[in-house]
């Protein structure tokens, strides 16, 4: 028999405010809009001699330190061919979208290994980087499973999920 334990988190500070725009397959893309986006996420892993998985007070700075560091911002994918980003010696940011031009000053812009900023996209950064902060702070025996979910608006959110398919329970 298998047995597996989670924790679920669902905070109303794991948000963040920032600007993007899709790209579409045809090669258009949506006006430059923003969005209030809402974090969830969900960790799986083995019960400790406490019978916990984790401690949520354990895991809810890490989230809500990667909301923050999205918040207010313009998020850009750096992996899509039909931009070209140029960080500027002035302290401004120009991207290029075909006859599109916009500046920024270098600080409101994050320029992310993604190929779109899309809800989906969003999930699978956030989940690998927090993937990643609760293995090295807690091991892999610990953490087997992370799942996180980027809501745009009520209803409609992009999740993704990484498993260890080595571990127990992966």
Same mark, same amino acid.
């Given at each position: 028999?298998?047995?597996?334990?989670?924790?679920?988190? !669902?905070?109303?500070?794991?948000?963040? /405010?920032?600007?993007?725009?899709?790209?579409?397959?045809?090669?258009?893309?949506?006006?430059?809009?923003?969005?209030?986006?809402?974090?969830?996420?969900?960790?799986?892993?083995?019960?400790?001699?406490?019978?916990? =998985?984790?401690?949520?007070? $354990?895991?809810?700075?890490?989230?809500?330190?990667?909301? $923050?560091?999205?918040?207010?911002?313009?998020?850009?994918?750096?992996?899509?061919?039909?931009?070209?980003?140029?960080?500027?010696?002035?302290?401004?940011?120009?991207?290029?979208?075909?006859?599109?031009?916009?500046?920024?000053? /270098?600080?409101?812009?994050?320029?992310?290994?993604?190929?779109?900023?899309?809800?989906?996209?969003?999930?699978?950064?956030?989940?690998?980087?927090?993937?990643?902060?609760?293995?090295?702070?807690?091991?892999?025996? $610990? =953490?087997?499973?992370?799942?996180?979910?980027?809501?745009?608006?009520?209803?409609?959110?992009?999740?993704? !999920?990484? &498993?260890?398919?080595? &571990?127990?329970?992966?």
């Amino acid at each position: 028999m298998e047995h597996r334990w989670s924790i679920a988190l !669902r905070k109303e500070d794991f948000r963040f /405010s920032c600007a993007h725009f899709l790209i579409f397959p045809d090669g258009s893309k949506e006006r430059l809009h923003g969005h209030n986006y809402q974090v969830s996420c969900r960790v799986e892993g083995a019960l400790d001699g406490h019978g916990l =998985v984790i401690d949520f007070n $354990q895991v809810k700075p890490l989230v809500r330190a990667l909301c $923050q560091a999205f918040d207010e911002r313009w998020l850009v994918p750096q992996d899509n061919p039909l931009l070209d980003i140029r960080p500027g010696d002035d302290g401004h940011t120009e991207v290029r979208f075909k006859d599109r031009r916009y500046l920024v000053p /270098s600080d409101e812009i994050v320029v992310l290994p993604l190929n779109n900023i899309s809800v989906e996209n969003l999930a699978s950064h956030l989940a690998a980087r927090l993937w990643q902060a609760l293995r090295e702070r807690f091991g892999s025996a $610990q =953490v087997t499973t992370v799942e996180v979910a980027v809501a745009e608006t009520s209803g409609q959110e992009g999740c993704y !999920r990484i &498993s260890d398919p080595g &571990s127990v329970g992966g």
